[in-house]
């Protein structure tokens, strides 16, 4: 008998604690439920699975409707910053453009270019799309609603998962065998790897805080109040959250570091090649991959779904972890529809000199920080929130008449 | 460090003013025109009116035409069709008579009472043996609401903005088509027309009149109820 069938090679699910959420769900819900003869042989093991099966499955139906509405938000956004009103045509106001969208990608020829790598060419859109769906998986949405992995290393997770994207991206590049595509997946490999530098960095501030990598944790350390979200705790992770927030942006592939897909430059960058199905799953996994984004930086710094005052539901649970959500996303389109691209050194620089030397510092000061105060000390907070206003109001006064003059006029 | 620290400053401060600039226009109200669905381009301060002299769709009133097929010969792209047939000799469809131009858009055919060349001069005209046959569809409408039998009006020179005399019609129009898919827009047939009866709109309908089918674009200006002579005789005995 080979070892595999051996009692204990697989390790078994804890039903006595019931830790897992899946296993509470089919003890407390399921089984009283079922008719007695069944109920004793009820199999625990299988119907946690199961029921960690459909959950994921409701994920796997909702998310792409994400896009959906992200996409009609974004071109309406956009119009609104133009003076236009954006897609009126389709459904009324055009809500329904983007379905017809989706129906015209489903229809078109699914061309795979003949010179190319095939494989690879087939294989980029499902892995680019398969993790940016399982960031999902350790997102915390609500109080009641369950994390449908509850790591306790749910951040960690997420960082590496996103960064196998970039597999996917140089994939999807190298396969098309056009310089356009080629030149975007390279591109887009530096940016990408340069940014995870000061996301992580920016993170760990955070993960120093809460002295947890859990999402959960996170979440539930922030459960006072808008000044006890971890943006307000200490003046580093102030800082830390703009960090995060620009190198999500630039994580995403979207406007001002848009360079592995700038129209202008390189067609359309990494999936030029594309078209049809295939094409759209790109485009869905960059939109949900710019939902999840934001809904980390709600969950890391903005409170995840705890509300702005300690006992209220305002901007609390499911619908406040959506709103704050969607409001990092339109931050994200403001910042679209108001910079320009950047240069490659511009890019480069910006991480490298600017972003992860602040980063250190932010860990650094974070650290000072943890040994000078207790956790959760009251004290802590008010003068960090002293601090930063503080900061803001000098920024704004002192600095704004000092450092931002007018170029002297050169003597002709 | 101190262009460091003024570097990063700079960086915030422009993206901020960049940001505020956008976001003042979010909330600008949208100069969007949903074209096809809203005709009102005067309402719109930056859509401007169509001007005078617009080569819109050709428009013949065939009242006036005497089928001279000038404009056939000339059409670059063959867009005009003219069938026609002159009368026998000595038959005509109708005497000579005036049309009254009035000032606010509406005409009235009939014969003027008197001697047509002192019209001018006088304060008033007085128009006989109105025909509602020719005649615009407002002045057919308010002829017949008002139950005049003696189909005589009075207008003062001043409502009256030009006289034209058409002349006894010895033809007969069967078929005018003009094919607006294939016209270039040239106006070469307007210019050419004697009566001025072939023109080109520069309202609204002269330019909006496109559809998903080619041949709703071939336009038929004859009237075969004009040449219709035993039914008009039908129409005048019953009056």
Redesign the interface.
């Known amino acids: 008998m080979p070892e595999i069938f051996s009692e204990g090679f697989f390790p078994k699910i804890n039903l006595q604690e019931g830790t897992n959420w899946a296993t509470d769900f089919v003890r407390d819900v399921i089984i009283p439920r079922l008719p007695e003869a069944v109920a004793g042989h009820f199999p625990m093991e299988l119907g946690t699975v199961l029921v960690m099966l459909a959950f994921a499955g409701i994920f796997v139906a909702v998310v792409p409707l994400l896009p959906l509405v992200l996409v009609l938000a974004e071109r309406k956004?956009a119009?609104?910053?133009?003076?236009?009103?954006g897609p009126?045509r389709v459904g009324p106001w055009g809500t329904l453009q983007t379905l017809a969208d989706g129906i015209k990608l489903i229809f078109k020829e699914d061309y795979i270019p003949p010179q190319g790598d095939k494989l690879l060419f087939l294989l980029a859109p499902y892995i680019i799309f398969a993790c940016s769906f399982a960031v999902f998986a350790a997102i915390p949405f609500g109080d009641g609603i369950p994390i449908p992995s509850d790591f306790n290393i749910g951040i960690f997770y997420i960082m590496a998962i996103s960064s196998v994207i970039v597999m996917g991206v140089i994939m999807a590049g190298w396969s098309s065998n056009s310089k356009w595509s080629l030149l975007g997946s390279l591109r887009s490999a530096a940016q990408i790897v340069s940014y995870e530098i000061p996301l992580g960095l920016s993170i760990l501030t955070v993960v120093m805080l809460v002295e947890s990598l859990g999402m959960r944790d996170i979440v539930n350390s922030q459960s006072g109040g808008i000044f006890t979200w971890l943006i307000f705790r200490t003046p580093f992770t102030f800082i830390a959250f703009f960090i995060f927030f620009i190198s999500s942006i630039a994580e995403v592939n979207r406007t001002p570091f848009d360079l592995p897909e700038a129209e202008s430059e390189i067609v359309a960058g990494f999936h030029t090649e594309y078209s049809g199905m295939r094409f759209a799953l790109f485009f869905i996994a960059e939109y949900a991959n710019m939902f999840a984004v934001s809904a980390i930086g709600v969950t890391l710094f903005l409170g995840g779904w705890q509300g702005v005052l300690p006992g209220y539901d305002f901007l609390g649970g499911f619908p406040g972890f959506v709103i704050k959500t969607l409001g990092l996303v339109f931050m994200m389109m403001?910042?679209r529809?108001?910079?320009p691209r950047l240069r490659v050194d511009q890019l480069m620089n910006l991480c490298w000199k600017?972003f992860i030397p602040i980063s250190f510092f932010n860990i650094l000061g974070t650290g000072i920080w943890g040994l000078i105060f207790e956790k959760d000390d009251v004290w802590s907070i008010g003068i960090s929130c002293a601090i930063i206003y503080v900061g803001l109001i000098g920024?704004y006064t002192v600095?704004?008449r000092n450092?931002?003059r007018k170029p002297e006029p050169q003597p002709s | 460090m101190d262009k460091y620290i003024r570097n990063i400053y700079k960086g915030v401060y422009t993206v901020l003013v960049g940001m505020r600039v956008t976001i003042r226009q979010f909330f600008e109200p949208n100069v969007t025109h949903q074209y096809p669905y809203q005709h009102d381009f005067e309402k719109k301060q930056n859509v401007r009116e169509i001007p005078k002299g617009y080569r819109g769709q050709l428009y013949n009133r065939i009242e006036d035409c005497i089928g001279c097929k000038k404009c056939e010969l000339i059409c670059p792209v063959d867009c005009i069709t003219i069938t026609g047939d002159k009368l026998p000799k000595g038959e005509q469809l109708w005497d000579s008579m005036n049309v009254v131009h009035l000032k606010d858009g509406r005409e009235v055919i009939g014969i003027i009472e008197g001697d047509d060349k002192k019209i001018m001069s006088e304060d008033s005209m007085t128009i006989t043996n109105i025909t509602t046959r020719l005649g615009s569809q407002e002045v057919i409408d308010r002829l017949e609401a008002s139950g005049d039998e003696s189909r005589t009006e009075t207008f003062s020179t001043e409502e009256v903005s030009r006289v034209v005399t058409r002349n006894p019609v010895v033809f007969y129009l069967d078929q005018f088509d003009i094919d607006m898919s294939l016209c270039m827009y040239c106006g070469l047939c307007t210019e050419v027309c004697p009566t001025q009866c072939l023109v080109m709109k520069d309202s609204l309908e002269g330019i909006e009149y496109s559809s998903f089918d080619r041949t709703d674009l071939i336009f038929n200006f004859d009237k075969q109820e004009m040449y219709d002579k035993d039914e008009a005789e039908n129409t005048e005995a019953a009056d």
């Open positions: 956004v119009a609104r910053f133009q003076n236009r009103t009126m403001w910042l529809w108001t910079l600017y920024a600095a704004g450092l931002v």
